[in-house]
Nanobody, 125 residues
Framework: VQLQASGGGLVQTGGSLRLACAASGRSFSQYTISWFRQAPGKEREFVAAVRRSISSTYYSDSVRGRFTISRGNAINMVYLQMNSLKPEDTAVYYC???????????????????WGQGTLVTVSS
């Protein structure tokens, strides 16, 4: 599976962006897809996930209610709609995928074998 993240950019506080993760090589439907982010000098952290098959969604406390992860109509697309953006959301955002991720480890980077290249989101104050 090869992942391509896109949609990052510069936005003002309170603005919105939609990130996209496109996959090639395998059908996305059997993979748990997650978004992580990494701010300068910080560890990569979990943002949101959509589980394979049942499509349940999960969010970190810091983005719940502002971000929405969804699978696209195109079978190999996943989106992250980000609303009410804050300066602390500034980071490189990565999409990740794995066919064997279990719920108890869904927030852990080591649970994913496939990663996109990252897209930079900058929120100005």
């Amino acid at each position: 599976v090869q992942l391509q993240a896109s949609g990052g950019g510069l936005v003002q506080t309170g603005g919105s962006l939609r990130l996209a993760c496109a996959a090639s090589g395998r059908s996305f439907s059997q993979y748990t897809i997650s978004w992580f982010r990494q701010a300068p000098g910080k560890e990569r952290e979990f943002v949101a996930a959509v589980r394979r098959s049942i499509s349940s969604t999960y969010y970190s406390d810091s983005v719940r209610g502002r971000f929405t992860i969804s699978r696209g109509n195109a079978i190999n697309m996943v989106y992250l709609q980000m609303n009410s953006l804050k300066p602390e959301d500034t980071a490189v955002y990565y999409c990740a995928a794995d066919a064997h991720t279990i719920l108890s480890s869904i927030t852990m980077t080591q649970s994913y074998n496939y990663w996109g290249q990252g897209t930079l989101v900058t929120v100005s104050s």
